[in-house]
Protein backbone atom coordinates (compact mmCIF):
# COMPACT_ATOMS: atom_id res chain seq x y z
CA UNK A 1 0.00 0.00 0.00
CA UNK A 2 2.77 1.91 0.76
CA UNK A 3 4.49 1.68 -2.38
CA UNK A 4 1.09 2.72 -4.31
CA UNK A 5 0.81 5.62 -2.29
CA UNK A 6 4.42 7.05 -2.95
CA UNK A 7 3.60 6.21 -6.80
CA UNK A 8 0.65 8.37 -6.50
CA UNK A 9 2.91 11.09 -4.70
CA UNK A 10 5.31 11.01 -7.39
CA UNK A 11 3.05 10.99 -10.65
CA UNK A 12 0.90 13.59 -8.84
CA UNK A 13 3.70 15.79 -8.04
CA UNK A 14 4.92 15.29 -12.07
CA UNK A 15 1.67 16.39 -12.89
CA UNK A 16 1.44 19.17 -10.58
CA UNK A 17 4.99 20.50 -12.27
CA UNK A 18 3.74 19.93 -15.51
CA UNK A 19 0.56 21.95 -15.11
CA UNK A 20 2.90 24.36 -13.28
CA UNK A 21 4.35 25.54 -16.34
CA UNK A 22 1.42 24.76 -18.79
CA UNK A 23 3.47 22.92 -21.41
CA UNK A 24 2.27 19.24 -21.60
CA UNK A 25 4.62 17.92 -24.19
CA UNK A 26 1.44 15.88 -25.82
CA UNK A 27 -0.86 19.48 -26.49
CA UNK A 28 -0.58 20.54 -29.84
CA UNK A 29 -0.35 24.38 -30.80
CA UNK A 30 -3.90 25.59 -31.91
CA UNK A 31 -4.48 25.23 -35.90
CA UNK A 32 -5.74 28.44 -36.18
CA UNK A 33 -1.89 29.87 -35.55
CA UNK A 34 -0.32 28.22 -38.23
CA UNK A 35 -3.01 29.19 -40.68
CA UNK A 36 -3.07 32.92 -39.63
CA UNK A 37 0.73 32.46 -40.68
CA UNK A 38 0.02 30.80 -43.95
CA UNK A 39 -2.44 33.60 -45.01
CA UNK A 40 -0.43 36.45 -43.63
CA UNK A 41 2.83 35.10 -45.94
CA UNK A 42 0.55 34.43 -48.52
CA UNK A 43 -1.08 37.79 -48.92
CA UNK A 44 2.36 38.94 -48.78
CA UNK A 45 2.13 41.10 -46.25
CA UNK A 46 5.44 40.48 -44.39
CA UNK A 47 8.54 40.18 -47.32
CA UNK A 48 11.97 39.03 -45.89
CA UNK A 49 14.36 42.33 -46.12
CA UNK A 50 17.10 44.25 -44.94
CA UNK A 51 15.28 44.11 -41.70
CA UNK A 52 13.24 41.26 -41.38
CA UNK A 53 14.95 37.73 -42.08
CA UNK A 54 12.97 34.32 -42.91
CA UNK A 55 14.18 31.48 -39.28
CA UNK A 56 13.71 28.73 -39.13
CA UNK A 57 10.76 27.02 -37.14
CA UNK A 58 11.00 27.07 -33.29
CA UNK A 59 8.76 24.21 -31.94
CA UNK A 60 8.96 24.15 -28.35
CA UNK A 61 9.26 23.47 -25.31
CA UNK A 62 5.72 22.15 -25.37
CA UNK A 63 3.57 23.90 -27.68
CA UNK A 64 5.72 27.46 -27.48
CA UNK A 65 7.05 28.54 -30.93
CA UNK A 66 6.00 29.66 -34.52
CA UNK A 67 5.87 27.86 -38.03
CA UNK A 68 7.49 30.57 -39.90
CA UNK A 69 9.21 33.00 -37.76
CA UNK A 70 10.81 36.33 -38.73
CA UNK A 71 14.05 38.01 -37.08
CA UNK A 72 12.96 41.67 -36.77
CA UNK A 73 15.64 44.11 -36.59
CA UNK A 74 13.23 47.09 -37.98
CA UNK A 75 9.25 47.86 -38.76
CA UNK A 76 8.12 50.35 -41.57
CA UNK A 77 11.12 49.20 -44.04
CA UNK A 78 13.35 50.19 -41.54
CA UNK A 79 12.07 53.41 -40.45
CA UNK A 80 11.47 52.20 -36.63
CA UNK A 81 14.10 50.87 -35.53
CA UNK A 82 13.60 48.18 -32.25
CA UNK A 83 15.70 48.50 -29.53
CA UNK A 84 16.38 44.98 -29.60
CA UNK A 85 16.01 42.35 -32.56
CA UNK A 86 12.49 40.72 -32.31
CA UNK A 87 11.55 37.12 -32.96
CA UNK A 88 7.82 37.25 -34.70
CA UNK A 89 5.51 35.55 -36.55
CA UNK A 90 4.02 37.45 -39.39
CA UNK A 91 0.36 38.38 -38.63
CA UNK A 92 1.82 40.49 -35.20
CA UNK A 93 4.51 42.46 -37.34
CA UNK A 94 1.98 43.08 -40.37
CA UNK A 95 -0.61 44.48 -37.91
CA UNK A 96 2.43 46.61 -35.54
CA UNK A 97 3.13 48.30 -39.01
CA UNK A 98 -0.35 49.10 -39.89
CA UNK A 99 -0.82 50.60 -36.38
CA UNK A 100 2.43 52.37 -37.05
CA UNK A 101 1.59 53.85 -40.77
CA UNK A 102 -2.05 54.62 -39.83
CA UNK A 103 -1.95 55.79 -36.08
CA UNK A 104 1.65 56.37 -34.65
CA UNK A 105 3.04 58.02 -37.02
CA UNK A 106 0.26 60.73 -37.84
CA UNK A 107 -0.49 61.25 -33.42
CA UNK A 108 3.88 61.64 -33.10
CA UNK A 109 3.95 64.11 -36.29
CA UNK A 110 0.67 66.23 -34.61
CA UNK A 111 1.60 65.99 -31.01
CA UNK A 112 5.58 66.80 -31.15
CA UNK A 113 6.41 67.55 -34.68
CA UNK A 114 8.39 64.53 -35.30
CA UNK A 115 8.69 60.96 -36.27
CA UNK A 116 9.03 58.03 -34.17
CA UNK A 117 12.50 56.14 -35.40
CA UNK A 118 12.42 53.84 -32.56
CA UNK A 119 10.67 51.58 -30.30
CA UNK A 120 11.57 49.72 -27.00
CA UNK A 121 9.62 46.75 -27.20
CA UNK A 122 9.71 42.82 -26.21
CA UNK A 123 8.29 39.94 -28.45
CA UNK A 124 8.97 36.37 -28.62
CA UNK A 125 8.55 34.59 -25.51
CA UNK A 126 8.25 30.91 -24.00
CA UNK A 127 6.12 31.95 -20.48
CA UNK A 128 2.79 31.98 -19.39
CA UNK A 129 0.98 35.34 -19.21
CA UNK A 130 2.71 37.84 -16.91
CA UNK A 131 5.23 35.07 -15.74
CA UNK A 132 2.72 33.55 -13.09
CA UNK A 133 3.10 29.99 -12.54
CA UNK A 134 0.24 27.67 -13.64
CA UNK A 135 -1.11 30.57 -15.97
CA UNK A 136 -2.12 30.36 -19.35
CA UNK A 137 0.53 30.57 -22.49
CA UNK A 138 1.05 34.23 -23.10
CA UNK A 139 0.72 34.76 -26.69
CA UNK A 140 3.94 35.74 -26.74
CA UNK A 141 4.91 31.79 -26.50
CA UNK A 142 3.55 32.13 -29.98
CA UNK A 143 5.29 35.02 -31.37
CA UNK A 144 1.80 36.77 -31.81
CA UNK A 145 2.25 39.62 -29.27
CA UNK A 146 4.30 42.68 -29.09
CA UNK A 147 5.22 44.52 -25.60
CA UNK A 148 5.84 48.85 -26.17
CA UNK A 149 8.22 49.95 -23.48
CA UNK A 150 9.24 53.66 -24.99
CA UNK A 151 8.96 55.71 -28.19
CA UNK A 152 12.15 57.47 -29.75
CA UNK A 153 11.52 60.35 -31.43
CA UNK A 154 13.72 61.94 -34.51
CA UNK A 155 14.19 64.96 -32.26
CA UNK A 156 15.66 62.66 -29.65
CA UNK A 157 13.17 62.76 -27.46
CA UNK A 158 12.12 59.49 -25.28
CA UNK A 159 8.41 58.70 -24.27
CA UNK A 160 8.28 56.02 -22.09
CA UNK A 161 4.88 54.94 -21.19
CA UNK A 162 5.65 54.52 -17.69
CA UNK A 163 6.98 58.30 -17.28
CA UNK A 164 4.46 59.67 -20.18
CA UNK A 165 0.86 58.15 -19.51
CA UNK A 166 0.78 60.42 -16.18
CA UNK A 167 3.71 62.70 -17.16
CA UNK A 168 3.12 65.81 -19.18
CA UNK A 169 0.12 66.51 -21.05
CA UNK A 170 1.53 66.44 -24.44
CA UNK A 171 2.75 62.87 -24.15
CA UNK A 172 -0.13 62.03 -22.32
CA UNK A 173 -2.34 62.67 -24.94
CA UNK A 174 0.29 61.05 -27.58
CA UNK A 175 -0.06 58.14 -25.48
CA UNK A 176 -3.61 57.64 -25.60
CA UNK A 177 -3.66 58.58 -28.97
CA UNK A 178 -1.51 55.51 -29.53
CA UNK A 179 -3.36 53.51 -27.62
CA UNK A 180 -6.99 53.98 -28.42
CA UNK A 181 -5.73 53.92 -31.85
CA UNK A 182 -4.13 49.76 -31.32
CA UNK A 183 -7.79 48.88 -30.31
CA UNK A 184 -8.39 48.75 -33.95
CA UNK A 185 -5.29 46.77 -35.04
CA UNK A 186 -5.38 44.20 -32.19
CA UNK A 187 -7.54 41.64 -30.44
CA UNK A 188 -5.58 42.69 -27.18
CA UNK A 189 -4.39 45.83 -26.06
CA UNK A 190 -3.14 46.30 -22.38
CA UNK A 191 -1.77 49.20 -20.77
CA UNK A 192 -1.18 51.19 -17.44
CA UNK A 193 -4.43 50.44 -15.03
CA UNK A 194 -5.58 47.28 -17.02
CA UNK A 195 -3.45 45.56 -13.91
CA UNK A 196 -0.45 45.67 -11.61
CA UNK A 197 1.59 44.20 -14.78
CA UNK A 198 1.65 46.62 -17.20
CA UNK A 199 2.20 50.17 -15.56
CA UNK A 200 5.49 50.10 -17.41
CA UNK A 201 4.18 48.69 -21.15
CA UNK A 202 1.68 48.36 -23.93
CA UNK A 203 1.01 44.91 -24.23
CA UNK A 204 -0.60 44.40 -27.81
CA UNK A 205 -1.66 40.46 -29.33
CA UNK A 206 -3.66 39.35 -32.02
CA UNK A 207 -5.26 35.83 -29.66
CA UNK A 208 -8.33 34.73 -30.58
CA UNK A 209 -10.52 35.19 -27.31
CA UNK A 210 -13.57 33.40 -29.07
CA UNK A 211 -12.94 31.06 -32.09
CA UNK A 212 -14.21 33.68 -34.75
CA UNK A 213 -11.48 36.16 -32.95
CA UNK A 214 -14.06 39.05 -32.79
CA UNK A 215 -14.17 39.33 -28.92
CA UNK A 216 -11.67 42.76 -28.07
CA UNK A 217 -9.73 42.97 -24.90
CA UNK A 218 -8.50 46.66 -24.60
CA UNK A 219 -8.06 48.21 -21.21
CA UNK A 220 -8.44 50.06 -19.30
CA UNK A 221 -10.95 51.82 -21.01
CA UNK A 222 -10.50 55.36 -21.83
CA UNK A 223 -12.33 58.21 -21.82
CA UNK A 224 -10.48 59.96 -24.83
CA UNK A 225 -11.60 61.13 -28.12
CA UNK A 226 -9.10 60.23 -30.74
CA UNK A 227 -7.69 63.26 -33.34
CA UNK A 228 -6.44 60.45 -35.81
CA UNK A 229 -9.20 59.12 -37.62
CA UNK A 230 -7.37 56.10 -39.17
CA UNK A 231 -10.22 55.68 -41.78
CA UNK A 232 -8.95 58.79 -43.47
CA UNK A 233 -6.20 56.71 -43.86
CA UNK A 234 -6.93 53.10 -44.88
CA UNK A 235 -10.63 53.23 -45.45
CA UNK A 236 -13.43 51.45 -42.94
CA UNK A 237 -11.78 49.15 -40.12
CA UNK A 238 -8.09 48.70 -40.57
CA UNK A 239 -8.05 45.40 -39.03
CA UNK A 240 -6.67 42.24 -40.84
CA UNK A 241 -8.37 39.04 -40.37
CA UNK A 242 -5.50 36.65 -41.42
CA UNK A 243 -8.05 34.21 -42.74
CA UNK A 244 -10.12 34.24 -40.41
CA UNK A 245 -12.84 34.75 -43.18
CA UNK A 246 -14.67 37.33 -40.96
CA UNK A 247 -15.74 40.56 -42.59
CA UNK A 248 -14.55 44.09 -41.74
CA UNK A 249 -14.37 44.42 -37.76
CA UNK A 250 -16.46 46.71 -35.69
CA UNK A 251 -14.99 48.71 -33.59
CA UNK A 252 -14.19 47.07 -30.61
CA UNK A 253 -17.02 46.85 -27.74
CA UNK A 254 -16.07 45.41 -24.29
CA UNK A 255 -17.22 41.69 -24.33
CA UNK A 256 -19.11 39.87 -21.46
CA UNK A 257 -15.57 38.25 -20.79
CA UNK A 258 -13.84 41.79 -20.27
CA UNK A 259 -16.94 43.25 -18.14
CA UNK A 260 -16.95 40.33 -15.46
CA UNK A 261 -12.95 40.74 -15.51
CA UNK A 262 -11.83 37.62 -15.35
CA UNK A 263 -9.49 36.92 -18.12
CA UNK A 264 -5.98 37.36 -16.78
CA UNK A 265 -3.04 39.03 -18.38
CA UNK A 266 -0.42 38.76 -20.37
ZN1 LIG B 1 3.13 41.44 -23.35
Not at 153 to 174: H, P
Not at 240 to 266: D, I, Q, W
Amino acid sequence: MRRVMYAFTVLSGVGLALSGCGLFSFEEREAWRGQAEQACLAQGLVQPSAYASRMSSINGPGVCGMEQPFRVTALAGGEVELSRTATLACPIIASTEDWLRDIVQPASQLYFGARVVEIRSGDYSCRTRNNQRGARLSEHAFGNAVDVMAFRLSDGRLVTVQGGWNGEAVEREFLREVFVGACRYFTTVLGPGSDRFHYDHFHIDLARHDPAGRIRVCRPTLKFTPRIDPQAVSGPMSTRTFGMGAGPTPPPEPSASVRKGFLSLY
